[in-house]
Each structure stands twice: as structure tokens, then as C-alpha cells.
């Protein structure tokens, strides 16, 4: 017995020490992001690096202000946001739906297709993409930022994930009841998907909010630019002011880190949840 708690223990540390040193690596450098933000241009560029700055100061953030128009990026940014989440959330839901609780025939070879795109670089799908929207006059719209993502392959997989784990009793008393396959999608496997959909929200809105390539492709004005295209024109072509690049990370990443504390038991529970039958 004596034999099974020494090994339980050794287990037990050994793997809190594996995380410790993974959220170490992890948070680091988010911290000297922080507190780059409060340094002066001066303070970056000493050797040996200067891990603290003598004196926090927010003058960093007021010039970032008044150099970059981050109201409307923000606004730019939540527009996309919201709009790519809220259409991959209706249209990978109903689509993991279907691969999940309908049976028809080619089912399993069509996701098998469809889990083929995943292979696929997304880098080689861009300049097909660009050129079809352009033909559309679709360069420096919303719409270029917003239709071409309205659907996720990795999302239709991690929600059928979920959906085959609802039992199928459900399912079938409602298909007695007359509950048409809409019906039975919308009124009882989107409520009783609240934690695997507040894990897909989170997945999918930090990717929106953090994408580049696209965005830098398909946008050049100012006007339609968003938080992450805006900061990428911090950079210069020889140096570059790192407490304004950190000033201005902290002030987007923020948001980011607003959403998973409010959403963090459901996004955990959700990741569980997601692996129970594949």
C-alpha cells in the first residue's frame, strides 16, 4: 500500500512539474509584453535586457493612441469577430448535425473528404481566393473578411464530436413526438451544447481576432483595417519601437483574455466533453 502512494506521489509530481514548466515557458512572455508596454525606447534597447523599467509611465500607450486609429480598429475587429463566429457557429453546427445524427449514404466517406481539407495549406488556397473575390469587387470590403470564413472544417469536427455523445434516446422521443430534423437540432442538441459551443466560441474568436495573412491580403485602407493589420504597420523596415508594439499587443490581447475568464469552466468542460466518442 505503502509501495502505491510513494508512486502516486512520484506520478503526481512529476506531472505538476511538467505543467509548471510548460505555463512557465507559456506566461513569460506574455509578462515581458507587460512590461515592455510601461518602458521607455530607451529601456528597450539596453544590453543585458532590462527585464522592469525604472519607472512605469503611460506616456507608451498615449503615443500608440495618437498614432493609430484603434477605435475603429477595434470596431473593425469585433465586426469580423462576431460575424465569422456567428456564422460557423449556425452552419459548422447544422453540418456537424448532419454527419453526426443523419444517416445517409457516403456519410463516412464524405467526412473523411471534408477532414482531408484540414491537410490542405492554407497558403495555397489564397492567391485562387484572392483572385475570385476580386473578380467580385470585393477588395477592401467586409465582405472578404467575413463570407470566405464562414465555415470551419476543425469546427464541423469538434461539435459532431460532442453531438455523438448526446444520447440517442433524446432523439428518437422527439422524432415520435413529430419534431421535425431541424426541430430536433435547434431545440434540443444546441441547448444541451452550451459547453462544447462556449469551446468552439472561444477557439474560433481568438483565431478571427488574431488573423493576419488575411486581412493584410485583402485590405489596404485604413478605414476597413483591423487591430492586428494595424499593429503590423508598427514594425519598421530597419527597426522598430518594441514598447509601442507591446503597448499596443496588451491593449488587443486584452479583450481576448476578458472573453476565457468569463467563459473558462465552459471551455474546459467543452474540450472534455468533445473526446468522449468518437
Known amino acids: 500500500m505503502t509501495n502505491v502512494k510513494v508512486l502516486r506521489f512520484r506520478t503526481a509530481f512529476l506531472m505538476y512539474a511538467v505543467l509548471s514548466v510548460g505555463a512557465f515557458i507559456m506566461v513569460v512572455p506574455y509578462v515581458w509584453m507587460v512590461l515592455t508596454a510601461f518602458k521607455t525606447f530607451q529601456e528597450t534597447t539596453v544590453i543585458p535586457m532590462q527585464w522592469f523599467p525604472k519607472k512605469f509611465q503611460l506616456d507608451t500607450f498615449r503615443e500608440v493612441l495618437g498614432k493609430l486609429s484603434f477605435a ?15 456564422l460557423q457557429a449556425l452552419f459548422c453546427s447544422m453540418a456537424a448535425y448532419g454527419f453526426a445524427r443523419i444517416k445517409f449514404p457516403g456519410r ?21 481566393t484572392f483572385i475570385l473575390l476580386s473578380n467580385f469587387g ?13 465555415y470551419s472544417v476543425y469546427g464541423t469536427f469538434f ?20 419534431a421535425s430534423r431541424f426541430g430536433i437540432y435547434w431545440r434540443i442538441f444546441i441547448p444541451l451544447s452550451g459547453a462544447a459551443f462556449a469551446a468552439f466560441v472561444i477557439f474560433t474568436v481568438e483565431w478571427s481576432w488574431n488573423d493576419l495573412m488575411w486581412p493584410l491580403i485583402m485590405t489596404s485602407r485604413e478605414s476597413i483595417r483591423v487591430l492586428s493589420v494595424g499593429i503590423a504597420t508598427l514594425v519598421g523596415q530597419y527597426f522598430s519601437r518594441n514598447h509601442w508594439l507591446m503597448a499596443a499587443s496588451l491593449l488587443a490581447t ?21 473526446g468522449i466518442k468518437a
Request: proline share 6%; glycine share 4%; charged share 10%.
Open 254 to 274: 486584452t479583450p481576448l483574455i476578458l472573453v476565457f475568464i468569463v467563459l473558462q469552466k465552459r471551455f474546459i468542460a467543452g474540450v472534455a466533453l468533445t
Open 108 to 128: 463516412g466517406w464524405l467526412f473523411i473528404f471534408l477532414l482531408s481539407v484540414m491537410m490542405i495549406p492554407t497558403q495555397m488556397t489564397m492567391i485562387p
Open 72 to 86: 475603429r480598429y477595434y470596431i473593425n475587429t469585433i465586426i469580423v469577430t462576431v460575424s465569422v463566429t456567428a
Open 159 to 178: 461539435l459532431r464530436q460532442f453531438f455523438l455523445s448526446i444520447p440517442g434516446e433524446l432523439e428518437e422521443a422527439a422524432i415520435i413526438d413529430g
Open 138 to 150: 470585393w477588395v477592401d470590403t467586409f465582405k472578404a473578411l467575413i463570407i470566405p470564413l464562414f
